[in-house]
């Protein structure tokens, strides 16, 4: 069986990093939309590799908002979008717009230790409503 190449293994870690934190409806309960708009570039934002547009099902992602660099000789470079998302739930706030330049680095052939040169523009556009209350239990449904 091959051995799994560096990548390979931060994918796996961070998937299973991803699956372990809560989902975001049951975290956040108010937030009823989120929309991530993503666009992957190089630092000289001369490139553009990829944009996406992103509805959310807020019954599957999880609160660790993260995004897999696409660079395939990258390794250790997500995007994580968790504290920008956290902040503007709590604030409330429609939207929020960053950038984050990869943390990884790149594995041969572009050399090892090289710092990625990818860029990720994103913005999330949220949407809230009122927070349901539980509903009382139904007094001719309670066993005594």
Partial sequence: ???PNERTEHRRQQ??????SPVLADQFRELTSL????????TEREHKKSQITYRVNLAKAHTI????????????????LS?????????????T?????CQ???????GA????????????????GPVEAASPADPENTWD
């Fill in 83 to 95: 504290g920008a998302l956290a902040t503007a739930i709590d604030a409330h706030q429609s939207w």
């Fill in 113 to 128: 230790n090289t710092p990625c040169p990818c860029v990720l523009s994103y913005r999330l556009a949220l949407e809230f």
């Fill in 97 to 101: 717009m960053g950038e984050l330049p």
């Fill in 35 to 42: 929309i991530a708009e993503l666009t992957y570039s190089d």
């Fill in 15 to 20: 998937a299973l990093r991803i699956s372990d």
């Fill in 65 to 80: 908002f993260s995004f897999a660099c696409p660079n395939e000789a990258c390794v250790g470079g997500d995007f994580d």
């Fill in 104 to 110: 990884g680095r790149c594995v041969p052939p572009l």
């Fill in 1 to 3: 069986m091959p051995k």
